[in-house]
């Protein structure tokens, strides 16, 4: 026997947390999410729990099996299936009455459409070259994107229409190029800019094996992940995605902050004085691993 669905009995233990006026904004409410793997997957199963009645999803890959480690809607029966495929089936399983578009690779090619019917992008994406389509789009149509750095640590930004882009930000290669013009060279020294920038802002370097991590900057394989920090760092941005919903100021900016379970504490990025003499010892440091 199935038991029927109820929004106001599935949201009832939100109270207290939010108003009723206020759940019924986040039932009106539209996230973009490309990218429902690990991180934005997390903070996909969030905001459906939470309640927002309507997403739009886009993701290109297949669950394969080392997404098992940490990836919420990764199961034995959904290897080789598209992860937007199931990830909306699933979320319909939690809110039958969600609404919920799904988008491949041609998302891109629909982004001014998808930021304009959206109130806030989350971004759970590993792709710089798209990453840096979104931003600019999101700048332009005065969308707030919602992220996380490559981090060992959980991280979460909250990137303001107004606010520097990641790539101005962290000076990524890729500034004054079309983002379909972003080489896999230029893709690869991004990630090593956002390293740098984790390995000066955070007390990352304390709890990963760095030789592991100069092999990922290097290119010799690919990004390690841990299923809590994954989960974590997707909640913290699916509670930011709520907060530009409801119009409540954010915990955090551009910038972000790193929350380091290990220790029970936030990490802030550091004064400019400090962070250019850590970074300068950060990069002699990633030359030498790297090398």
Known sequence: ????????????RNRGFVGEEEQ?????????????GGMGGAAFMALVRAGVGRFVIADIDVFEVSNLNRQLFSTLPAIGRPKAEVARETALTINPEAQIELLGAEWTAQLDRLLEASDVAVNGMDDAAAGVHLYRRARALRRTVIDAYASPLPSVTVVA??????????????????WTAITAEMRAECLVKEIEYVLTHSASHKYVDLAVAAEVAAGKRSRFSFSTMVTMAGTLMAEEAIRAILGRPSGTDHRGYFFNPHRARVERPLAAPLAAVRGFAVRRFMRRMMG
């Open 161 to 178: 229409p107004d606010a520097p882009r990641p790539e101005e930000r962290l000076s990524y290669p890729t500034r004054g190029t079309e």
């Open 24 to 36: 019924a904004r986040l039932r009106a409410g539209c996230v973009f999410i490309p990218g429902v």
């Open 1 to 12: 026997m199935t038991t029927p669905f109820n929004y106001a009995e599935m949201t009832t």
